[in-house]
């Protein structure tokens, strides 16, 4: 089975993964794909769409089997569709792997190239989370900050030790507590080997 090339960005909710993907998709031949995109624009008139939305706006996780599913789904179909050419971009994992029975199924997928860690702390994940936002970004899981807080617990228990099943090698630990465009430039300096 053909791999395909990707690199992940990896850290709790809210240090900017999602921000910093988008960025450097916009610099190359990068295609962004965020789990957490794929979970809140389900509809949710459907079964799936109502059982995933009712999780994520409590600050639970998507079960594995199921966001194994809509992640596979989802792929097949922008690759269906041209919007991603896995021959000539590299995708960037933005949610995904979020638990260790996600590991080896992104493993099969994908030759992970890199992995951008953003390392930060609770308390300003909940100043920046809870942080008035507005447009596209407002999110109902947001609002609320014993939501938040528990999104990091589950983090914390179920995410954070993903890291330790890759090579240390393809890791590059970043303070998220640094400005977007700060983070981006390191980033970018990071990446000119693809």
């Keep these: 089975m053909q791999k395909y090339g990707a690199i992940i960005f990896f ?38 769409g109502k059982k995933v939305r009712g999780l994520i706006d409590k600050g639970n996780f998507v079960p594995d089997d199921l966001a194994l599913e809509l992640f596979d789904e989802t792929l097949d179909d922008l ?5 991603y050419n896995p021959n000539k971009q590299i995708i960037i994992l933005d949610g ?3 638990t260790l029975k996600q590991i080896n199924h992104i493993k099969n997928k994908f030759y992970i190239q890199k992995i951008f860690y953003l390392k930060i702390n609770e308390k300003l994940i909940i100043e920046r989370i809870t942080r008035k936002r507005t447009g ?7 609002k609320n900050v014993d939501i938040v807080k528990k999104r990091f617990k589950t983090y914390k228990k179920e995410t954070l030790p993903v890291i330790k099943h890759f090579d240390k090698k393809i890791i590059i630990k970043i303070d998220g507590s640094k ?15 693809f």
């Design 11 to 48: 850290g709790p909710p809210g240090s900017g993964k999602g921000t910093q993907a988008k960025l450097l998709e916009q610099t190359g031949n990068f295609f962004h794909f965020s789990t957490g995109n794929i979970f809140r624009n389900l509809d949710p008139k459907t079964t799936v």
């Design 79 to 83: 690759i269906k569709k041209e919007k």
């Design 96 to 98: 995904i792997p979020r």
């Design 136 to 142: 596209m970004e407002s999110r109902k899981d947001d």
């Design 179 to 193: 400005s977007v465009k700060e983070i981006n430039k390191i980033i970018l300096k990071k990446s000119i080997a």
